[in-house]
């Protein structure tokens, strides 16, 4: 699928060993989908995030690298980031640009920060979005369960004005 990309954001072993929603499904999925770009030659780019010392995703500690289940072959890519959004001072866009990447398929962690925010931030850039259903996931936040979250950012958000979202079968089959 020529001028596409999967990125997988911040799947990083603090975020899921803390078990945030249906996180087996979301590996599963992921996984799915890491396997066809594989296959079909679909650029995978990894965004990992960076915290400060001493906090859970230091760099080069355990809690920071990128979960074994989905992590990347030798010849992928990996940006790290200090903010929510993939593309805030990594030269993420510069990389797209000169790939002519012009549609990204998002999955990863959090739905309700770094998804949400690489979303928009891509939308603004001009990329179109696929964000597959269940390859996102977050954690409960205050009173709202993260299951709510994942279906208000999916559903209510990202679907029909940010991007699309689809199931993770229709997203295969734009990959073959």
């Not at 499904?25 to 996984?31: A, D, Q, R």
């Not at 799915?32 to 960076?50: A, D, F, G, P, T």
């Not at 931030?121 to 979005?129: I, R, T």
């Not at 979202?165 to 073959?176: D, H, K, N």
């Amino acid at each position: 699928m020529r001028g596409t990309a999967l990125l997988v954001v911040d799947f990083q072993n603090a975020l899921v060993l803390a078990e945030p929603f249906a996180v087996a499904e979301i590996i599963s999925n992921i996984k799915r989908l890491i396997k066809m770009c594989r296959e079909n030659n679909v650029e995978i780019i990894y965004i990992q995030h960076n915290d400060k010392v001493g906090e859970e995703l230091e760099p080069n500690s355990d809690g920071w690298k990128i979960y074994r289940e989905v992590s990347p072959n030798v010849n992928e890519k990996v940006i790290c980031k200090n903010y929510n959004s993939a593309f805030k001072e990594t030269g993420l866009k510069e990389y797209l640009d000169n790939k002519y990447i012009n549609q990204l398929i998002i999955t990863g962690m959090q739905t309700d920060y770094c998804i949400d925010t690489t979303c928009k931030v891509a939308f603004e850039y001009g990329y179109k979005l696929i964000i597959p259903e269940k390859t996102n996931t977050t954690f409960n936040n205050g009173n709202i369960l993260a299951k709510d979250l994942y279906e208000h950012y999916n559903l209510n958000i990202f679907k029909g004005r940010f991007g699309i979202v689809e199931s993770i079968e229709s997203t295969i089959l734009r990959l073959i």
